[in-house]
């Protein structure tokens, strides 16, 4: 089923527009990650302040290691969406097109997607609590809980937690696209969690065009132009069949 699309925002599907893609937890829902808050979310049934702080980790890091790994297997055993992979099509089509992502589940790389921002980490990357090692690791179901460092400090997960600061560079690069694109696409995030949740009010006050994507309207759709009502599954292969529709026309016209 299609959702009714604006002419301003077909317009601006055209290779010359510059566009940032954001992304929270629903791109990945129809994969079968679960989302945070809403119906089914996680933080219904989980507590913050055992899971996902440095406290907590400190607290009781086995307990915290079980929760990531239980993650890292439920997202080795599924696929990118079509959402994911209409990222992809985004990233061929315009000559810009920056992706930024609270998600750590990796799918957006996986689709195809080279160049991701990944504001609150990454779920398959490791750092030693002793020598500071960063490293990838894509073991699901880790042999040992808490996993440790070839050193011998005990491992934490790669993400970030709350209460800490997001990656300076990740986030200085995400603020800069934002300042400069044409287009922002809002999608499958409450837009809650601060400092990302900046990025669709940062678009908009530097003059883009602003898009939420959603199954409903959440905190960012105060900051967008337009709100595409749906899975962003089903929205983002939509556009992408736009995008080749002016794609064959702009062919015709050579
Ligand atoms: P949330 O769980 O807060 O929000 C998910 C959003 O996705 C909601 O607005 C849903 O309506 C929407 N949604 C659900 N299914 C969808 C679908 N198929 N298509 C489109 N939209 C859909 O997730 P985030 O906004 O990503 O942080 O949460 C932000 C941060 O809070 C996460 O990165 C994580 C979390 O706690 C940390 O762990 C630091």
Redesign the pocket.
């Known amino acids: 089923m299609s959702v009714p699309v604006s002419s301003k925002l077909r317009s601006l599907l055209v290779p010359s527009t510059r566009v940032v893609v954001f992304?929270?937890?629903?791109?990945s829902?129809?994969s079968g990650v679960p989302?945070?808050?809403?119906r089914n979310?996680?933080?219904n049934e989980f507590r913050?302040e055992e899971l996902?702080t440095p406290a907590a980790f400190a607290a009781d890091p086995r307990k915290v290691w079980e929760w990531y790994d239980w993650r890292r297997q439920l997202v080795s055993r599924i696929e990118p969406n079509a959402?994911h992979r209409a990222v992809v099509e985004f990233e061929r089509f315009f000559h810009s097109c920056v992706v930024i992502t609270?998600?750590?589940d990796g799918l957006h790389n996986r689709a195809g997607t080279q160049q991701v921002l990944k504001?609150?980490g990454d779920l398959w990357e490791v750092r030693c609590l002793s020598c500071g090692l960063s490293r990838t690791d894509l073991t699901s179901a880790l042999p040992s809980l808490p996993p440790s460092c070839d050193c011998g400090g005990m491992l934490r997960p790669g993400?970030?937690?709350?209460g800490e600061n997001l990656p300076l560079l990740a986030f200085e690069r995400a603020v800069d696209a934002t300042e400069r694109c044409d287009l922002f696409f809002s999608?499958?995030?409450?837009?809650?969690?601060y400092p990302?949740?900046h990025l669709p009010g940062i678009a908009r006050q530097h003059g883009a065009y602003v898009v939420e994507?959603?199954?409903?309207r959440?905190a960012a759709a105060e900051m967008a132009d337009e709100i595409l009502l749906?899975?962003?599954?089903e929205?983002l292969p939509q556009l992408v069949r736009y995008l080749r529709v002016e794609e064959a026309s702009s062919v015709e016209e050579m």
């Open positions: 992304t929270g937890a629903g791109v829902a129809e989302v945070f808050r809403g979310g996680i933080w913050v996902a959402g609270q998600n750590v504001l609150h993400v970030v937690w709350f999608i499958g995030t409450s837009a809650e969690v990302a949740a994507v959603n199954v409903e959440s749906g899975k962003s599954g929205i």
